[in-house]
C-alpha cells in the first residue's frame, strides 16, 4: 500500500513558479514510478509528467520546457517544479505512483487527494 499527500498548490500569477511536494509512505516508493496528473473544471483527469523508479522521464508536450519532475528516494518525496505558469495551468495536480511508468490516469494505482494551483492572468 501506498500514501501520497500533495502540498505546494496556490495562487500565482501568469509567467510566476510553484513547486509541488508528494509525500509517499511505504518502502517500496525508490522501485515505484511518480507522476502528476491534473484536472480542470469540466475536463477530465490529464497526465502531466512521470519519473521512474531509474528516472526515464516523460512530460506531456504541453508543460515540456516549463516543468521539471524529480524525485528524492532519501526523502520518499517526489517533485513538480512549475515555471513559466499560464492560466490553462489552472487545475488541481493530484499525485499518482505506479509500478511502471505510464501516462494513462486509468492505469495508476494509488493516488493523493490533490493540491489546487490556480494561475491569474
Known amino acids: 500500500q501506498v500514501q501520497l499527500e500533495e502540498s505546494g498548490g496556490g495562487l500565482v500569477q501568469a509567467g510566476g513558479s510553484l513547486r509541488l511536494s508528494c509525500v509517499a509512505s511505504?518502502?517500496?516508493?525508490?522501485?515505484?514510478?511518480m507522476g502528476w496528473f491534473r484536472q480542470a473544471p469540466g475536463k477530465e483527469r490529464e497526465f502531466v509528467a512521470i519519473?521512474?523508479?531509474?528516472?526515464?522521464?516523460i512530460y506531456d508536450r504541453s508543460v515540456k520546457g516549463r516543468f521539471t519532475i524529480s524525485r528524492d528516494n532519501a526523502k520518499i518525496t517526489a517533485y513538480l517544479q512549475m515555471n513559466s505558469l499560464k492560466p490553462e495551468d489552472t487545475a488541481v495536480y493530484y499525485c499518482?505512483?505506479?509500478?511502471?511508468?505510464?501516462?494513462?490516469?486509468?492505469?495508476?494505482?494509488?493516488w493523493g487527494k490533490g493540491t489546487l494551483v490556480t494561475v491569474s492572468s
Open positions: 519519473i521512474s523508479g531509474g528516472g526515464t522521464i
Open positions: 499518482a505512483a505506479r509500478r511502471s511508468v505510464t501516462t494513462n490516469p486509468k492505469d495508476i494505482e494509488y
Open positions: 511505504g518502502r517500496t516508493f525508490s522501485t515505484y514510478a
